[in-house]
C-alpha cells in the first residue's frame, strides 16, 4: 500500500497570511491531483498535475509538482476566510487503474 | 447538472442490521467508487467498478458488498453492520479530468 503523507496536518492563519501545504510519496506518481472539501460536502477537484516540475496557477493557488514526481506542493497567497476547508492530495501511482490514494489531509482555517 | 447523487444523506443502524446505500451518476462515467472517511482521515478506497458488470475489492472491502448492473448505478451493501462501520461515505465517477464526488451519507452504527 502506497503511503501519501500530508504536511502540516492542521494550520490556522489570519487572513492575508501565506501558507504552503506539502504532499509526498516515496514511490512516483503518475498524476497527482489537489482536492477541496468543505464541511458535509464531498471534495472537490482544484487541479491536477501530470509533468514533473509542472506548475499551475489557478487565482491565489499555486500548484507545483516535483520533478522526481514524488512530492507535490499547494501556495497560497494572501489566505482569505473562503479558503477555509479540508485540502486534500491524491495521487494516481503507475498500474493502478485510476485509482486514487489519498493523502490524510490538511485542514486549513482563516480568520479575520 | 446533477453529477454523483447520493441517498441517504444521513442514517443510523443498530448492531447486525443491513443497508444499502445508493450511488448514482449521470455524467457516463465507466470509473466509479466508494470510499470511507473516518474523523480527521482521508479517504480509503473500499470497492470501485471500471464499467458495468465489473467490479473490484479496494484497500478495505470487509463488511462491504457491490454490483454494477448499470452504467448509472453503484451501490454499496453492508450485510451486518458493525460499530467500526460508523463513518461518512463518498462515491464517486472519474473521467480524464479527475473526480466526481458526491455529497455524502453519514453512517452510524449504534
Known amino acids: 500500500t502506497q503511503l501519501l503523507e500530508q504536511s502540516p496536518q492542521f494550520l490556522s492563519i489570519q487572513e492575508g497570511e501565506n501558507l504552503t501545504v506539502y504532499c509526498n510519496s516515496s514511490s512516483v506518481f503518475s498524476s497527482l491531483q489537489w482536492y477541496r472539501q468543505e464541511p458535509g460536502e464531498g471534495p472537490v477537484l482544484l487541479v491536477t498535475?501530470?509533468?514533473?516540475?509542472e506548475v499551475k496557477k489557478l487565482k491565489r493557488l499555486t500548484f507545483q509538482f516535483g520533478d522526481a514526481r514524488k512530492d507535490s506542493s499547494l501556495h497560497i497567497t494572501a489566505a482569505q476566510p473562503g479558503d477555509t476547508g479540508l485540502y486534500l492530495c491524491?495521487?494516481?501511482?503507475?498500474?493502478?487503474?485510476?485509482?486514487?490514494?489519498f493523502g490524510t489531509g490538511t485542514r486549513l482555517q482563516v480568520t479575520l | 447538472n446533477a453529477g454523483v447523487t447520493q441517498t441517504p444523506k444521513f442514517r443510523i443502524l443498530k448492531i447486525g442490521q443491513s443497508m444499502t446505500l445508493q450511488c448514482t451518476q449521470d455524467m457516463n462515467h465507466n470509473y466509479m467508487y466508494w470510499y470511507r472517511q473516518d474523523p480527521g482521515m482521508g479517504l480509503k478506497l473500499i470497492y470501485y467498478?471500471?464499467?458495468?458488470?465489473?467490479?473490484d475489492k479496494g484497500e478495505v472491502p470487509n463488511g462491504y458488498n457491490v454490483s454494477r448492473s448499470t452504467t448509472e448505478d453503484f451501490p454499496l451493501r453492508l450485510e451486518l453492520a458493525a460499530p467500526s462501520q460508523t463513518s461518512v461515505y463518498f462515491c464517486?465517477?472519474?473521467?480524464?479530468?479527475?473526480?466526481?464526488f458526491g455529497s455524502g451519507t453519514r453512517l452510524t452504527v449504534v
Open positions: 491524491a495521487g494516481l501511482y503507475t498500474g493502478t487503474a485510476s485509482k486514487l490514494t
Open positions: 464517486a465517477s472519474s473521467s480524464l479530468y479527475g473526480y466526481t
Open positions: 467498478s471500471v464499467g458495468a458488470g465489473i467490479t
Open positions: 498535475v501530470v509533468t514533473g516540475g
